[in-house]
């Protein structure tokens, strides 16, 4: 019985691919992995003068680590596959989604949108201020950033705010008790002076044509700032 299983165990193919490992090359350096990767998904480069064999680009290949490259010289480098993140993209929640949260959700807090701040010139020389306290959604950033650039050619625009705020909401004919809802949207805390847009790089009648257009998306009064 021991025998059978240990005939077996030397006919599978990682027990093979590690024999061959262990015996030396006949031509050292002439092995080149055939199998790439995608620019985007390779991740660093792990350069080892010893410890890789040519036998070893199929453990590489085969397993899905990387690949593995001779050089006549320095020995084998190994490329291994960074660690990607994929955002998720949902259509109710808009384009500038956060999904980079420890707690993905949140208490209405309007507190924190009471008081002033940035509400100075730090990027562009045209700006949009916001005159009152409010919630913009990512929705409506994505609107007015789209009505700046359609309406303004050249410049370069500044973006002030983020949404990273989630709003929850729960089903119709839910009860008390039930649990906090699902996210719904994603807003950001806009405080009473706040430069939400800045523009630089164009004359001032295109950037006050941009920026009135795009405070016509939001939910607030706005007015044009310049420096």
Excluded at 46 to 64: C, D, I, Q, V
Excluded at 94 to 100: D, H, Q, T
Aim: charged share 20%; proline share 6%; glycine share 8%.
């Amino acid at each position: 019985m021991a025998t059978r299983v240990i005939s077996q165990i030397r006919k599978l193919p990682l027990v093979n691919a590690l024999r061959q490992a262990s015996q030396p090359s006949a031509t050292p350096g002439s092995y080149s992995s055939r199998w790439t990767m995608p620019s985007t998904s390779v991740g660093p480069t792990l350069k080892k003068t010893s410890g890789l064999t040519p036998a070893m680009g199929s453990l590489f290949r085969n397993s899905g680590l990387g690949s593995v490259t001779a050089h006549p010289r320095s020995g084998f480098s190994a490329s291994i596959p960074s660690m990607s993140v994929s955002v998720r993209y949902n259509s109710t929640s808009g384009i500038y989604a956060n999904v980079r949260k420890r707690f993905t959700k949140e208490r209405r807090n309007r507190g924190e949108i009471k008081g002033v701040s940035d509400n100075v010139l730090s990027f562009g020389k045209y700006a949009l201020q916001a005159l009152e306290p409010a919630w913009i959604t990512s929705k409506q950033i994505t609107a007015g950033q789209l009505a700046i650039k359609r309406n303004m050619r050249g410049g370069k625009l500044f973006m002030r705010i983020f949404p990273h705020k989630p709003i929850s909401l729960r089903p119709a004919e839910t009860r008390m008790g039930r649990g906090k809802g699902n996210i719904a949207f994603w807003v950001a805390g806009v405080k009473t002076g706040r430069m939400i847009y800045e523009i630089n790089g164009v004359p001032e009648s295109v950037a006050r044509k941009a920026i009135t257009v795009a405070a016509s998306k939001f939910p607030l009064r706005t007015r044009f700032v310049k420096c």
